[in-house]
Each structure stands twice: as structure tokens, then as C-alpha cells.
Nanobody, 119 residues
Framework: QVHLVESGGGLVQPGGSLRLSCVAS???????????MGWYRQAPGKQRELVGV???????NYADSVKGRFTISRDIAKNTVYLQMNSLKPEDTAVYYC??????????WGKGTLVTVSS
């Protein structure tokens, strides 16, 4: 079992920046089983969508809508994944969820953190 806690959401003006953090905790075996960490988001009335993911090797993948604006990074020693969001747009408003995938293909989710981009 992996427990995820997100932080860093809030209200920001268009063009602004935010950094989200997600800390993973659990047994040492569970933590060692993590294969990738990432972020998804869900806007009101829409399906949850991938924002970005980073593997243990450091390779990353982003949604087209955030490429060039968002950067995902990971501190393996701290079991933490970050999402640096720059040039935020109103359409980035959503609940952002941290996700972990294990080598057993199990998904774990955080409870989410709300990001609101508005003037």
C-alpha cells in the first residue's frame, strides 16, 4: 500500500506559476515497487486526464496541452514528485491528483489538490 499526499494548490492569476508536491509513504517494499509517479487532473464536468508522468529512469511524458509550460521532477530519496506549472491559463483550473504506478501495475491516488487560475 502506498499513501500519497499532495500540496501546493491554490488560486493564481493567469500567467502565474505554482508548484505542486506529492509525497509517497508506505512500507519499504511498497515504495521500492514504485515504477512511475505522475500527475493527473480533472476539471469540472470533464474526465480525469494525464498531465505528466516520470519514470524511475527519469524519462518524462506530458500532455500536449501542458508541454513547454509544466515540468515534472522527482526526488527519489524523498519519495516526492513535483509539478512546476508556469504560464498558467484559466483552462488549467482543475483538481490535480498525484498518481503512482507500481511494477505490479497497481495504481495509487492522492486525494487531490485544487488549482484555480483566475483573475
Amino acid at each position: 500500500q502506498v499513501h500519497l499526499v499532495e500540496s501546493g494548490g491554490g488560486l493564481v492569476q493567469p500567467g502565474g506559476s505554482l508548484r505542486l508536491s506529492c509525497v509517497a509513504s508506505g512500507s519499504s517494499g511498497s515504495i521500492r515497487s514504485i515504477n512511475a509517479m505522475g500527475w493527473y487532473r480533472q476539471a469540472p464536468g470533464k474526465q480525469r486526464e494525464l498531465v505528466g508522468v516520470i519514470s524511475n529512469s527519469g524519462s518524462t511524458n506530458y500532455a500536449d496541452s501542458v508541454k513547454g509550460r509544466f515540468t515534472i521532477s522527482r526526488d527519489i530519496a524523498k519519495n516526492t514528485v513535483y509539478l512546476q506549472m508556469n504560464s498558467l491559463k484559466p483552462e488549467d483550473t482543475a483538481v490535480y491528483y498525484c498518481n503512482v504506478k507500481t511494477i505490479r501495475l497497481t495504481n495509487y491516488w492522492g486525494k487531490g489538490t485544487l488549482v484555480t487560475v483566475s483573475s
